[in-house]
């Protein structure tokens, strides 16, 4: 597909199972983000790479957070012993360049029980 | 401290009459900001964006307006029009700051007939 992909598109844990969360951006779009989205509120910014490099890791609540992206496309977000707050939508996005639009996919919904 | 606000959580137009959603800001370091548009369980979908150089930028019948003096900008949809029902995010950006997008908590737009 020409959009961003994330799976899964759901995904339920139980408290303390770590979870792994994935997805690929529009071929050929430098820039990925992560971000975490509550329920009645905006995307909130996790983590941003350019090609494979991490450039801003500074929105990841905690070190439980861990974010990679090894070849500089598909890009994997892992929760470590989750907790019921990480219950979130998460979404990826990916833009052509620093001063291009962030395309979003339709996010994981994460439940933690 | 939300740095991006949508004070209206909901607003209610008739179709084919214009849609003003309102967006304010407080960190005056922001100089890109954007639109944008969701449907429940997709993601983001961008609409318009405007640089702090300007203060207006229009798409169709998408306008936004940017009143730097104020921190304020707003986003006019005319004429309204039922597919347009949706969220609506206000995101603000600073360029030299590795592209984290802030979100705005959202506006739902209901177009009714």
């Known amino acids: 597909g020409a959009g961003v992909s994330q799976s899964p598109r759901y995904k339920v844990a139980k408290r303390g199972q770590d979870v792994a969360l994935r997805c690929d951006p529009i071929?050929?779009?430098?820039?990925l983000f992560w971000y975490q989205q509550a329920l009645g509120q905006g995307p909130e910014f996790l983590t941003y790479?350019?090609?494979?490099?991490?450039?801003?890791k500074s929105g990841l609540p905690s070190d439980r957070f861990f974010a990679e992206r090894p070849e500089g496309s598909v890009s994997t977000l892992k929760i470590q012993r989750t907790q019921q707050e990480d219950s979130a939508v998460y979404l990826c996005?990916?833009?052509?360049?620093?001063?291009?639009?962030?395309?979003f996919g339709d996010g994981t919904r994460l439940s933690i029980l | 401290d939300q740095q991006v606000k949508q004070n209206s959580p909901s607003l209610s137009v008739q179709e084919g009459r214009i849609s003003i959603l309102n967006c304010d800001y407080t960190n005056s370091m922001f100089d890109y900001f954007l639109w944008y548009k969701k449907y429940p369980a997709e993601g983001p979908t961008f609409l318009i964006s405007?640089?702090?150089?300007?203060d207006k930028n229009e798409d169709g019948r998408f306008t936004v307006f940017l009143n730097k003096s104020a921190k304020h900008l707003s986003l006019h949809i005319v004429p309204s029009q039922p597919g347009d029902s949706a969220v609506y995010f206000c995101a603000a950006l600073l360029t030299g700051g590795g592209n984290k997008l802030t979100f705005g908590t959202g506006t739902q737009l209901k177009v009714e007939l």
């Open positions: 405007i640089s702090s150089i300007k």
């Open positions: 996005a990916s833009s052509l360049s620093w001063d291009q639009p962030q395309h």
């Open positions: 790479f350019q090609n494979e490099a991490q450039l801003d």
């Open positions: 071929s050929g779009h430098v820039s």
